[in-house]
């Protein structure tokens, strides 16, 4: 299981199509962009997640009971912006996004994208696992868990290397 927590964020960012070619174009992302594009990302990853796991888990898992109310839940309470993330993936990018691209376009593709990746990068033996996971972080406010990804991939250094993408390092921190 001890990839399945780190390969979300790897897998929101590689579900932005940002590669690692593209990435090198941004020195780092700092922790707030970081948070922003795992909050933006988050309640379709959640979705995939759960609709990946279904069959896998029994009826009664946390993830086949509770994760479509956590995805709403964030969704409503700021989980998305697509500004922030847009921010981001111009970032990573170091491309402009069309302005005429909708937002609401973009999460469609964002989420499609999510659910295709996740598809791939989960595997069903650790579904049983990551549902406890999601119970327990279940009841924090979208900022809480984003911040928690967040510092999790900080303290993966392999993700960096899987994706191209590094989080700055925070003032202080060696």
Do not use: F, H
């Not at 109310?69 to 912006?81: K, L, S």
């Not at 697509?82 to 376009?105: C, F, H, N, R, Y």
């Amino acid at each position: 299981m001890r990839s399945s927590c780190p390969a979300t964020l790897a897998a929101i960012a590689i579900t932005l199509s940002i590669t690692p070619a593209m990435a090198q174009s941004a020195d780092c992302l700092t922790e707030a962009e970081a948070r922003s594009v795992v909050a933006y990302a988050l309640p379709a990853a959640i979705e995939a997640t759960a609709a990946r796991c279904r069959p896998a888990l029994p009826a009664s898992a946390w993830l086949n009971r509770g994760a479509a109310g956590m995805a709403a839940r964030y969704r409503r309470d700021g989980g998305g912006n697509p500004a922030a993330a847009l921010a981001v993936i111009e970032k990573l990018s170091g491309q402009s996004v069309p302005d005429m691209l909708d937002p609401s376009t973009l999460t469609t593709v964002v989420e499609q994208l999510i659910a295709d990746r996740i598809g791939t990068a989960v595997a069903t033996r650790d579904c049983t696992a990551i549902s406890r996971i999601a119970e327990q972080i279940s009841p924090l406010p979208i900022g809480n868990v984003a911040s928690l990804l967040v510092a999790l991939v900080q303290l993966d250094r392999g993700t960096a290397s899987r994706t191209g993408i590094r989080i700055c390092p925070t003032a202080g921190a060696r």
